[in-house]
């Protein structure tokens, strides 16, 4: 596994999680790279949720989690962080964290542009 992802549980509506993504297997050029956070339901395809550039100064979201979603990262501890308030039942499903392709640039929404991957944290939010 070369990223790993936690935090996620059983929570209802309205309430709140905190993800982390860290990488143990990149702890030298972690901070080279952005990170997003994708969200898998079974029978759809993967879904962009946010994505936080490699220096942090830049951050992108899915429509459907603006405002509520927040994405950080902590260069000292090589974590990227999903702070997700104001949970709904759609949010509900596997969500895994990517480092991207290549260095530096901008924060693609495509999954195909990441190329490693963390085993996922189930979120399951109950209505």
């Known amino acids: 596994v070369q990223l790993q992802a936690s935090g996620g549980g059983l929570v209802q509506t309205g309430r709140f999680l905190r993800l982390s993504c860290t990488a143990p297997?990149?702890?030298?050029?972690?901070?080279?790279?952005?990170i997003a956070w994708f969200r898998q339901v079974a029978g759809k395809e993967r879904e962009f949720v946010a994505g936080?550039?490699?220096?942090?100064?830049?951050?992108r979201y899915a429509d459907s989690v603006k405002g509520r979603f927040t994405i950080d990262r902590d260069s000292a501890k090589n974590t990227v962080y999903l702070q997700m308030n104001e949970l709904k039942p759609e949010d509900t499903g596997v969500y895994l964290c990517?480092?991207?392709?290549?260095?530096?640039?901008?924060?693609?929404?495509?999954?195909?542009?990441?190329?490693?991957w963390g085993q996922g944290t189930q979120v399951t939010v109950s209505s």
């Open positions: 990517a480092r991207k392709g290549t260095r530096w640039g901008t924060i693609p929404d495509q999954s195909g542009a990441y190329n490693y």
């Open positions: 936080i550039s490699w220096k942090g100064d830049g951050k």
């Open positions: 297997r990149f702890p030298y050029d972690f901070g080279d790279y952005a």
